[in-house]
């Protein structure tokens, strides 16, 4: 079973910066994307960055410019380094990875168990 583990949460100022980590481990065959997702209290899910297997990336107009995700093929493990915090951007933010299983080589979705970000002004 693929498990996805994030860690980097925390609380801070605004204008800070921080950077989360998630680490996918388990039967892996490749994985086609990863991105970050987060969930506000009272709001929907939203993405806010991803990046598919060829390295393009896509991000929220609220945080570009000041989010930047990356990954490590090797390591199976995404980042996002966040510069210029705001308080809007307080949330649990969770990994998402589309990963591609070795013995059926089908496609499926994992999620991190979440990590709370918070901002304070």
């Known amino acids: 079973q693929v498990q996805l583990v994030e860690s980097g949460g925390g609380l801070l100022q605004a204008g800070g910066s921080l950077r989360l980590s998630c680490a996918a481990s388990?039967?892996?065959?490749?994985?086609?994307?990863m991105g970050w997702y987060r969930q506000a209290p009272g709001k929907q899910r939203e993405l806010v960055a991803q990046?598919?297997?060829?390295?393009?990336?896509s991000y929220a107009d609220s945080v570009k410019g000041r989010f930047t995700i990356s990954r490590d093929n090797a390591k199976n493990t995404v980042y996002l380094q966040m510069n210029s915090l705001k308080p809007e951007d307080t949330a649990v933010y969770y990994c998402?990875?589309?990963?591609?299983?070795?013995?059926?080589?089908?496609?499926?979705?994992?999620w991190g168990q979440g990590t709370q970000v918070t901002v304070s002004s």
């Open positions: 998402n990875m589309v990963v591609r299983r070795p013995t059926t080589y089908d496609f499926y979705n994992y």
């Open positions: 388990g039967g892996i065959f490749s994985i086609n994307a």
């Open positions: 990046i598919i297997s060829g390295g393009s990336t």
